[in-house]
């Protein structure tokens, strides 16, 4: 297993990046200004995007692992991945997320507590209604880890 930071042409890996995040404008709101790392293990299973957002705050934008091999740790070792590259950088690894059985439970698995949460967030920034293991999701759900290894 590799995680290489990817420079340039982010873009080709859209279907990876919209698995987390399905409308590609809000994906463009964040891919250039972030940084992007993949996880190769024979072959690319995963990517994640971070944004520093000020503060000592780094946020996770987009974390994706590809279906087939979701469940085997790709996803938890990018997390671990982000602690140790930036620990000493910053002092709190923020995500926001819909509130979805699937996403907040991998999230506190990882060490992630609930923080805050954006009322409509969902309903308000997306041109249709975004669903999750059956669920529509409204509300931005905020979590954060503090930066220690």
Known sequence: MDIKKVE????????LLLLADEQ????DRYLERGTMYVLEDDGVKAECVVTDEGNGVLELKNIAVKP???GNGYGKAL???????????????????G?????????????????????????DHYDH??????VQLVDMVYLQRKMEI
Not at 81 to 91: D, E, N, Q, R, S
Not at 113 to 122: C, E, I, L, P, S
């Open 99 to 123: 509130d979805s059985p699937s996403t907040i439970p991998f999230y506190e698995s990882c060490g992630f507590r609930r923080h805050h949460r954006v009322k409509d967030f969902f309903t």
């Open 24 to 27: 590609e404008d809000m994906i």
């Open 129 to 134: 209604p975004i669903y999750d293991s059956g």
């Open 68 to 70: 087939d091999f979701q």
């Open 79 to 97: 997390v671990d991945f982000l602690i140790k590259t930036y620990a000493g950088l910053y002092t709190v690894l923020q995500v926001g997320t």
């Open 8 to 15: 340039t042409g982010k873009k080709q890996y859209l279907d």
